[in-house]
């Protein structure tokens, strides 16, 4: 049982009131680094998400990365082009643009940067089927100098 102090004095309730006084200021400084350090995590988190997220991802319907993808913007102002991952920085995008995807065997796909960024910046694009009647392959046998 602690020793108390006379009613109506000013005393300490404890007389170990003293080391308990410094316990507070040096756990709230533990605190304080503590809150900082986990802030600055946070902080570095979100900032690697940020960069992660202007970052697109196209495949196919199968799954496979599609390189050489050109991304632009309608009025041709902005374009990028997917590397062999298939992936491409939207970085210069404005988050108000629509975007067109457009390879040559796949169809052109366009979706405006809200939709894509719901989608997880990732598009799947379906492969086109060109159906040609007729193609005409023709060859002569003549001699030439080089």
Request: proline share 4%; charged share 25%; net charge positive.
């Amino acid at each position: 049982m602690p020793n108390r102090v006379k009613a109506g004095t000013n005393g300490p309730l404890f007389y170990n009131e003293i080391e308990f006084n410094h316990l507070p200021k040096e756990l709230f400084k533990k605190l304080k680094s503590m809150a900082y350090k986990i802030s600055m995590c946070l902080l570095f988190l979100l900032i690697a998400n940020y960069t992660q997220a202007q970052e697109v991802f196209v495949n196919s319907k199968d799954g496979k990365p599609i390189e050489s993808v050109t991304i632009f913007t309608p009025d041709k102002t902005t374009s990028a082009l997917t590397n062999e991952n298939g992936r491409a920085s939207l970085r210069s995008f404005s988050f108000s643009d629509s975007l067109v995807f457009r390879h040559p065997s796949f169809k052109t796909l366009r979706t405006a940067y809200v939709k894509l960024r719901a989608n997880n910046f990732e598009v799947s694009l379906s492969e086109q089927v060109l159906d040609y009647q007729e193609i005409v392959v023709s060859a002569s046998k003549w001699e030439q100098d080089i």
